[in-house]
């Protein structure tokens, strides 16, 4: 039997504002902005438009995506 519990705990847990996050759909980046409704809203690390998430569809990043996230945060405070 597989545990399909835990996926769909991990699945629809929210990441906290601010958190880095992965949209499953299309592999990007992004950090959490807010929850609206039932979706978490994502915007790229160096600033632009926001976009929707189903919460199922957010997964936590690898530890290289979330050190590249936040160097472009990083390099655009100082004008990079």
């Known amino acids: 039997m597989t545990d399909r519990n ?3 705990v991990q699945c629809t847990a929210s990441p906290s504002v601010g958190a880095v996050a992965v949209d499953r759909r299309n592999g990007k980046v992004g950090v959490v902005m807010g929850h ?5 809203q994502l915007r790229p690390p160096r600033g632009g438009r926001e976009w929707d998430v189903p919460p199922e569809d957010v997964r936590p990043p690898t530890p290289a995506e979330e050190l590249s996230a936040k160097v472009a945060v990083a390099n655009r405070r100082w004008g990079r």
């Open 6 to 8: 835990s996926d769909a």
């Open 36 to 40: 609206v409704g039932p979706y978490v």
